[in-house]
């Protein structure tokens, strides 16, 4: 064992070495020793192990393979992690503070093998170049290409709101707003396009919906410059690996050369997916997705779109364009993106001029805040209610003595926990988790739901026991079952669609009237 | 830096850690947690306390760090012992998770031997053995390590450098492959 004095020595002749050219260490350390073989032996064994693997211990204990340590809560050069944004293939994305200009970024830790040799580095300085001189309102700025402890971090806008993928779980949207939609995405794309940067990568997760119901374009950091051609192609041989193969354009599945008629390609997926809430090319794994988006037309969306949308004005154009843009043949879809956001605006004109004025003043909803508020006290009331109701039903436990009484009342007890924390539980993630409430709110409703009714049964047979002798509580309990019954099947519903399914047709309305 | 003090702090992060690792595992999301978020989380958790027991950050994933030493290698011994075919250790749950974090291939490390060099290179540079505490086990930076330390990151460089190469020495004399 290594005495202590001697380590000292054999620190400093192990970095004297390092700081050697690779071929000269070893006479270096044979000279330095002075005929010491024990020490010659100890450093050269050590430069062997430190020459051997040096990325030994480099990757911390905790993380997983692939990616690199989340480092929440940490500084970051000068960004503050605050929580993980989302995973996909180019990496872990944070939300950050950036500690200097006092404002929330969008962190994204690029996987090292995007980083690795110095070609691409070099790509990758370029196309974040590109993509920081987009500037438009409907793509996220990207801020800045940074390095801290080896790791390559691309900082850009932070913005707030749901996915598309969010908007298409929920079901799909009238053809007015996929219109809408589609006028802020292709209008982005076009400002992209112009500087000849293709996305490559467009999907409803890239696309989110600020709070104010404008859309913004993810992840331009894909993006690659229009001069790179197929060889550069081969060079990453990347086709498949980087988009989701679900969103490809046939070219880009094949491997060609791609331009910015692929994002159109792309761009048509995810409008049929809006509008009819089911993918055009569907297939249980990728290569199925695959051949069907080389070979197969998509079905009529005329025929896909919810009945009540179906004789809705602009569906005509909306079907047009989309059919022209899922056409297999780049030469086959629009010449150029203006072209693509000159036929959506005529699509859209047509829908206003054949919708007549009352009708748009009928379909007018509550302001979105309004609408939550109400869904709010709703959910508030309902647990309150429900637990205040709990006291009379520990009274009336005695008025069937034994079992039958105990059990009613624990029946009880058992609705009224699940329906009330559930549903505070909800009220919380909508107030504090907006994103993740969504999913939320669909899990827990079967929950609910079944406490309800189990609620609402137990109230109804403490009625019926306490009619005989305690009119004043039947009628109490009655009146609580009935009360419960039409909360949920009546004003729950109600107050739920108002405020998270109507929440952006004001301003999608608004903007219809600027333009 | 001594150790006896942070005794009881160390009990307490390792506690975290472990009732955080299960409950993730419960609520089944064990295939899209990152283990190292979960780590963090329990940071953030435990630098929340009203009255924090730690002078400040740094001294606060020191601590963390000599706990997650603690509760990886506790945890590659129980897999160890599994693999060897005795008696059938309750595999619990927060080991699918963990065992997802360091995979049993050929490239990954020997938790239990790495802990053992460790330990050894305390004997012989104590401070040296913090930084690889802090640096693998701890998941620190560079600069964090310098800060937890009082020392200057590019002396942090230096004696991590030798360090990995001291225990990747010590590794191979006592693997037998």
């Not at chain 1, 070979?295 to 079907?319: D, Y």
């Not at chain 2, 606060?60 to 706990?67: D, G, K, P, R, V």
Request: net charge neutral; charged share 25%; aromatic share 6%.
């Amino acid at each position: 064992m290594t005495s202590v004095p001697e380590w000292a020595r054999i620190n400093e002749l192990f970095h004297q070495a390092l700081a050697q050219p690779a071929g000269r260490r070893g006479a270096f350390v044979a000279e330095a020793c002075g005929g010491d073989r024990a020490l010659e032996a100890e450093v050269s064994s050590l430069l062997a192990a430190h020459e051997q693997d040096e990325a030994f211990l480099e990757r911390p204990a905790m993380a997983d393979t692939g990616t690199p340590p989340a480092p929440i809560g940490h500084l970051v050069g000068h960004y503050r992690v605050v929580r993980v944004l989302g995973e996909g293939g180019m990496g872990v994305v944070y939300l950050a503070d950036d500690t200097r200009l006092g404002r929330q970024v969008a962190l994204k830790a690029l996987p090292p093998r995007f980083t690795a040799d110095p070609a691409r580095r070099a790509r990758l300085q370029r196309e974040a170049r590109a993509a920081a001189a987009l500037t438009h309102p409907a793509i996220a700025t990207v801020y800045a290409l940074e390095e801290f402890d080896g790791q390559v971090y691309i900082a850009g806008e932070y913005v707030p709101g749901e996915t598309l993928r969010d908007e298409i779980r929920r079901g799909p949207l009238e053809p007015s707003r996929v219109i809408d939609t589609a006028l802020g995405l292709a209008r982005a794309l076009a400002a992209a396009h112009d500087r000849g940067i293709v996305h490559r990568d467009l999907k409803p997760e890239n696309v989110i919906r600020t709070p104010g119901g404008d859309v913004k374009i993810l992840d331009f950091g894909l993006a690659r410059m229009r001069e790179t051609g197929p060889s550069d192609d081969a060079e990453t041989g990347t086709g498949l690996a980087i988009g989701t193969p679900a969103y490809m354009s046939p070219e880009q599945i094949r491997g060609d050369a791609v331009d910015f008629r692929s994002d159109l390609f792309s761009l048509g997926v995810v409008l049929y997916e809006l509008a009819t809430g089911a993918h055009p090319f569907p297939g249980s794994n990728a290569a199925s997705t695959i051949a069907r988006i080389l070979e197969t037309e998509p079905p009529q969306l005329s025929a896909r779109v919810p009945a009540e949308f179906a004789g809705a004005a602009g569906l005509g154009g909306l079907e047009a364009v989309i059919l022209a843009c899922l056409q297999k043949a780049p030469d086959a879809r629009f010449r150029s993106t203006p072209e693509l956001v000159a036929a959506l605006a005529r699509a859209r004109d047509a829908a206003a001029e054949a919708k007549p004025e009352s009708a748009r003043a009928s379909v007018r909803p509550l302001p979105t805040r309004q609408a939550l508020w109400w869904w709010q006290l709703h959910q508030a009331m309902a647990s309150l209610g429900y637990a205040v109701m709990l006291v009379p039903l520990w009274q009336a436990r005695n008025w069937t003595p034994g079992l039958p009484g105990t059990a009613l009342f624990l029946a009880g007890l058992a609705a009224v926990l699940v329906a009330s924390t559930l549903r505070l539980n909800l009220w919380f993630a909508v107030r504090e988790l907006p994103a993740e409430s969504a999913a939320q709110r669909t899990r827990a409703a079967r929950w609910i739901r079944i406490a309800d009714v189990l609620f609402v049964v137990v109230f109804a047979i403490a009625g019926a026991i306490a009619l005989d002798g305690h009119s004043g509580m039947a009628v109490l309990f009655v009146t609580a079952a009935l009360g419960a019954l039409v909360a949920f099947t009546i004003i729950e519903p109600a107050t739920a669609r108002a405020a998270f399914r109507d929440r952006r047709i004001d301003s999608l309305r608004d903007r219809i009237n600027v333009d | 830096m001594t150790r006896e003090p942070v005794g009881a702090l160390v009990e307490d992060v390792y506690a975290e850690l472990r009732q955080l690792a299960d409950r993730y595992v419960r609520r089944e999301q064990a295939k899209s947690v990152q283990a190292t978020e979960l780590v963090h989380e329990a940071y953030l958790r435990l630098l929340k306390d009203k009255s924090p027991r730690w002078r400040n950050r740094t001294h606060f994933l020191a601590i963390a760090a000599i706990s997650m030493r603690r509760l990886l290698v506790e945890r590659a011994r129980a897999r160890g012992a599994v693999k060897r075919g005795g008696e059938r250790v309750q595999v619990t749950l927060d080991e699918r998770l963990l065992a997802q974090a360091a995979p049993d291939d050929d490239a990954s490390i020997d938790l239990v031997a790495l802990d053992r060099a460790l330990t050894s290179l305390e004997k012989i540079d104590a401070q040296q053995a913090r930084i690889v505490e802090l640096r693998f086990f701890g998941g620190l930076s560079v600069e964090e390590t310098a800060d937890a330390l009082s020392i200057s990151p590019a002396t942090v460089k230096r004696h991590w450098t030798i360090a990995k190469a001291w225990l990747r020495r010590e590794l191979q004399r006592t693997t037998t492959r």
